[in-house]
């Protein structure tokens, strides 16, 4: 579910945007993101949460009501992030944005990271990297970008072996998917 910058609507960044901007003003960015990550994990995990958050069939009854429900059920009705998380949601169901919703939590991953004086990249592999790996490629990216680096990994299989890593506007693509097309549309020259 995780998107890239380039991928994050402008409605998501407006909504990360007053989020952070709220959160920031309460001191609580840090707790807010971690909310945000148990609600993304939440919504990852249970297919029909998912169904329903990108689904246009329920009014905007039912998804405020949902949300709420929700928000009751998984710990989110103490004060403080907790609050500021479960009315930001509650805020964008009414505005039936609910799809948007990853894209949100990547806006705000990446403010929150900016603040911290992180950037953040995405690097997508074809199986999970180990700890160890994770952390010299954030050592690595570290270099090459002069911050500190937020990873946000992402598995697919169908990259065959390598990485790709999108770091803001740069790309470094050494997966084995690529390299065969790229061997590939070489010999169709040569041939």
Same mark, same amino acid.
């Given at each position: 579910?995780?998107?890239?910058s380039?991928?994050?609507?402008?409605?998501?960044?407006?909504?990360?945007?007053a989020l952070?901007?709220?959160?920031h003003?309460?001191?609580?960015?840090?707790?807010?993101?971690?909310e945000?990550?148990?609600?993304?994990?939440?919504?990852?995990?249970?297919?029909?949460l998912?169904?329903?958050?990108?689904?246009?069939v329920?009014?905007?009854k039912?998804? !405020?009501?949902a949300?709420? *429900? #929700?928000?009751?059920?998984f710990?989110?009705?103490? %004060?403080?992030?907790a609050?500021? &998380?479960?009315?930001?949601?509650?805020?964008?169901?009414a505005?039936?944005?609910?799809?948007?919703?990853?894209?949100?939590?990547?806006?705000?991953?990446?403010?929150?990271?900016?603040?911290?004086?992180?950037?953040?990249a995405? !690097?997508?592999?074809?199986? *999970? #990297?180990?700890a160890?790996?994770?952390?010299?490629? %954030?050592?690595?990216l570290?270099? &090459?970008?002069?911050?500190?680096?937020?990873?946000?990994?992402?598995?697919?299989?169908?990259?065959?072996?390598?990485?790709?890593?999108?770091?803001g506007?740069?790309?470094?693509?050494?997966?084995?998917?690529?390299k065969?097309?790229?061997?590939?549309?070489?010999?169709?020259?040569?041939?």
């Amino acid at each position: 579910m995780s998107n890239t910058s380039s991928h994050i609507s402008v409605v998501a960044k407006r909504y990360a945007g007053a989020l952070f901007d709220l959160a920031h003003e309460a001191k609580c960015v840090d707790d807010v993101e971690k909310e945000l990550s148990s609600c993304l994990s939440l919504i990852e995990s249970n297919s029909d949460l998912k169904r329903f958050i990108f689904s246009p069939v329920f009014s905007t009854k039912e998804q !405020v009501n949902a949300v709420s *429900a #929700l928000c009751e059920k998984f710990g989110l009705k103490g %004060k403080g992030a907790a609050a500021l &998380v479960r009315n930001f949601l509650k805020v964008v169901a009414a505005n039936r944005r609910l799809f948007d919703l990853p894209g949100i939590f990547d806006a705000f991953y990446q403010l929150a990271a900016l603040s911290r004086g992180e950037i953040s990249a995405e !690097v997508t592999s074809a199986r *999970a #990297l180990t700890a160890a790996q994770e952390k010299e490629l %954030k050592a690595t990216l570290k270099n &090459v970008a002069g911050k500190d680096v937020r990873l946000n990994m992402i598995v697919d299989s169908k990259i065959l072996g390598g990485l790709i890593i999108r770091l803001g506007s740069r790309q470094i693509d050494t997966s084995l998917a690529t390299k065969l097309s790229s061997l590939k549309l070489a010999l169709k020259e040569v041939g």
